[in-house]
């Protein structure tokens, strides 16, 4: 196998085993599933990762170093911190689309299905979690440092809490989107839910 060819067949596995969790679950779907539903010989996978532990590490690295280029473009400095907010909604919200239309079902957040199964079973996947939910914590903190600046929110805010309680908004909203497999309670609640978390919900921007 070429450097090529081998770096397609692990990039396959990747996203395989990412779609396949997260429109189902991590119990649900095996080693062989991933393997079929990628047209990848089992050997193969064995070479590349030793066990589906490190497979779904390595999809969750990688679904986050593929949204990470849009996140810096959203949470740009040039951009009004009210409406980086805005755009994150849209962005969240069109990824659930994409979702809906390529699997059937609204399939909330992909951390978040395969944490509430397996972040008490696997600590590696638990500390994986918190890594990278502290990266997109990240992002809020340095907006709702530029929307106190601007005067939107009050000098005494606690940007670490108001952060932790956005990411938390966000996993009870897909979490409830999924159950209910309601594309449209995300399109109807999501932004203006998400402004209010910040206390933003009466300081849209003007249009």
Known sequence: MNKISAHHTKQKLIDTASDLIWKNSYGSVSVDDICKTAGVKKGSFYHFFPSKIDLVLASMDAHFQSKKAVYDSIFSPQTPPLQRFEQLADF????????????????????????????????????????????????????????????????????????????????????????????????RDLKPGLLKTLGLKDKLQEQ
């Open 92 to 187: 969240l919200y069109e990824m659930q689309a994409e979702a809906v239309a390529k699997h059937g079902k609204v399939c909330g957040c992909p951390y978040t299905t395969l944490g509430s199964e397996m972040a008490g079973q696997e600590d590696v996947i638990r500390h994986k979690l918190n890594e990278l939910t502290k990266c997109f914590e990240r992002y809020y903190e340095n907006a709702i440092r530029d929307l106190i600046i601007e005067g939107l929110l009050p000098e005494k805010t606690n940007v670490k809490t108001k952060s932790q309680e956005i990411f938390t908004y966000f996993i009870g909203v897909f979490t409830l989107a999924r159950i209910q497999n309601d594309l449209e309670l995300l399109k």
